[in-house]
């Protein structure tokens, strides 16, 4: 594990998951799985050596620990990808209050459960979210040594040339960095799955056509 993405949800976290995948690091975005037990409170004495097959792991839930993470993988950095606020608390609320709402825990258990952990609350809040994501932030600078830390705006314009000298790495030269987001992918996703699923409640509800007479 060489990366720990301490980044909230909605900061270019995803655009800096396709960065580091084409820099060639094996990258996990949004895990919803190895620190399942964590996040439901059922491990006493958690381990947070889940990712030795990774090189990074980004956005919640592993940003929500990334102190432990940092711990548990001491030769890791961290970047802290960070967004202008209000435009980070309207593009949250849209997401989780409109594109993908969670009124109650049965229609994801996992993300109802995670969003309540990070932010109070599933359905977003302005006030209780934007102190949270202040919080959170602060948090990451006060903890993290500066040399282990990069703090990437993407949404502002930030890119090869901020995250390339971090990781010691050339900047690609024919390549642009990733915007995973930009145009409002995330809406254009939901809008394609809604459709999905009105297609097949449509074929679900169709009659069986009768067969036809051939006498």
């Not at 600078?141 to 971090?166: E, H, K, N, S, Y």
Request: proline share 7%; glycine share 8%; charged share 25%.
């Amino acid at each position: 594990m060489k990366i720990i993405g301490a980044g909230l949800s909605r900061t270019g976290t995803k655009s800096l998951a396709h960065a580091l995948r084409l820099l060639g690091y094996r990258t996990l975005h949004f895990d919803r799985t190895r620190l399942t037990d964590i996040v439901e409170g059922r491990a006493a004495e958690p381990d947070f050596h889940r990712y030795d097959d990774l090189d990074a792991v980004l956005d919640l839930p592993a940003a929500w620990y990334f102190e432990e993470l940092l711990a548990a993988y001491p030769e890791s950095r961290c970047i802290l990808t960070i967004r202008d606020e209000d435009s980070w608390w309207k593009s949250i609320e849209r997401q989780f209050n409109t594109l993908s709402p969670l009124p109650t825990a049965d229609r994801d258990p996992f993300r109802f459960r995670l969003r309540t952990l990070v932010y109070g609350s599933a359905r977003a809040e302005e006030q209780a979210y934007r102190a949270r994501y202040r919080a959170h932030n602060r948090r990451v600078l006060a903890t993290v040594p500066p040399q282990r830390l990069l703090v990437m705006d993407i949404a502002g314009g930030a890119g090869w040339d901020t995250l390339c000298p971090f990781l010691g790495l050339p900047i690609p030269a024919a390549t642009a960095f990733p915007h995973a987001n930009a145009g409002g992918g995330f809406a254009k996703l939901a809008r394609a799955r809604l459709r999905r699923m009105v297609r097949g409640g449509l074929r679900a509800i169709r009659p069986a056509r009768a067969p036809r007479d051939r006498g």
